[in-house]
C-alpha cells in the first residue's frame, strides 16, 4: 500500500543552523501538508501547499520557514535559522484532492531536535 | 478555549473492555477524522467522517454534528490498541484544508 515517507527520521542541529526536512508524498496525490508537536502538545498546523504554491500557512509558519517541492516527487520544510522552540515532531501529509472529505495520510514524523 | 476538546485525556482498561472516546467541537466543520498515534510518534488515519457512523473490524466511530461531538468505540479492546487516539476536524468553509486537532487521549489496555 502507497504510503507517505519522510527523511531523516532524527535530526540534531545546533541554534541557528538550517534544517532541512524531507517528505516523499503519495504518488498520485495533489495536496501536500506540514504539522508539528512539541512533546508533550497538540498536534498543529504549519502550511498546506497545492499547485506549487501555498494555499494555507498558520502563524507559527513565519519567515524562518519555507517549503518546496523541487522534483515532483519530494516535498521539503526548510528552517533557515532554527531555534531551541523549533524542537518538535514534525508531520508531512498529502491527499488527493484536498476537498471536504479529503483523507489527509500522515509519513512517519521527523523529530527534529535544536540544542 | 480550544476549538476541539477530547475526553478522558487518559483512559487504562483491561484487555475485552468496551473503550469510549469522546471528542467536541466548537467551530462548524466539513469532516471529522479520528487519528492513532503509537508510541513511537507515527500517525494513522482511522475514520474520515462527516455525518452518521462508520465500523473498521472492531472500531466505530459516530458523529452528531448538531452536538458538535464524536464518540470513537473500540470493542473487545486488546493491549495492542494501546496508543493515542487523537480527533481532528477539518473546517467548513473558505478554502481551508487545514486540520485542528484535539490533545488526544491515552489508551493503555492491560491484559
Not at chain 1, 27 to 55: P, T
Not at chain 1, 68 to 91: C, H, Q, V, W
Request: charged share 20%.
Amino acid at each position: 500500500e502507497p504510503e507517505v515517507t519522510q527523511t531523516p527520521s532524527h535530526q540534531v542541529t545546533q541554534m541557528g543552523q538550517e534544517v532541512i526536512l524531507r517528505c516523499v508524498p503519495i504518488s498520485n496525490h495533489l495536496y501536500f501538508y506540514w504539522y508539528r508537536q512539541i512533546l508533550g502538545q497538540k498536534v498543529e498546523f504549519l502550511v498546506s501547499f497545492y499547485n506549487n504554491e501555498i494555499s494555507e500557512k498558520s502563524e507559527i509558519f513565519d519567515d524562518q520557514f519555507s517549503v518546496e517541492r523541487p522534483d515532483g516527487s519530494n516535498f521539503t520544510l526548510k528552517i533557515r535559522s532554527t531555534k531551541l522552540e523549533d524542537s518538535a515532531m514534525y508531520f508531512c501529509a498529502s491527499g488527493i484532492s484536498g476537498g471536504e472529505t479529503d483523507t489527509q495520510y500522515f509519513g512517519p514524523g521527523t523529530r527534529l531536535t535544536v540544542l | 478555549k480550544n476549538e476541539v476538546e477530547q475526553s478522558p485525556q487518559n483512559l487504562t482498561a483491561q484487555e475485552g473492555e468496551f473503550i469510549t472516546i469522546n471528542c467536541s467541537y466548537s467551530v462548524g466543520i466539513s469532516a471529522l477524522h479520528w487519528l492513532q498515534q503509537h508510541p513511537g510518534g507515527g500517525i494513522v488515519s482511522l475514520f474520515m467522517l462527516s455525518s452518521g457512523k462508520k465500523k473498521h473490524g472492531r472500531l466505530i466511530a459516530t458523529i452528531n454534528i448538531q452536538e458538535k461531538h464524536s464518540s470513537l468505540h473500540i470493542t473487545a479492546s486488546h493491549p495492542r490498541d494501546s496508543a493515542v487516539y487523537i480527533c481532528a476536524v477539518k473546517g467548513w468553509g473558505g478554502n481551508t484544508d487545514k486540520l485542528i486537532f484535539g490533545t488526544g487521549t491515552r489508551l493503555q489496555v492491560f491484559p
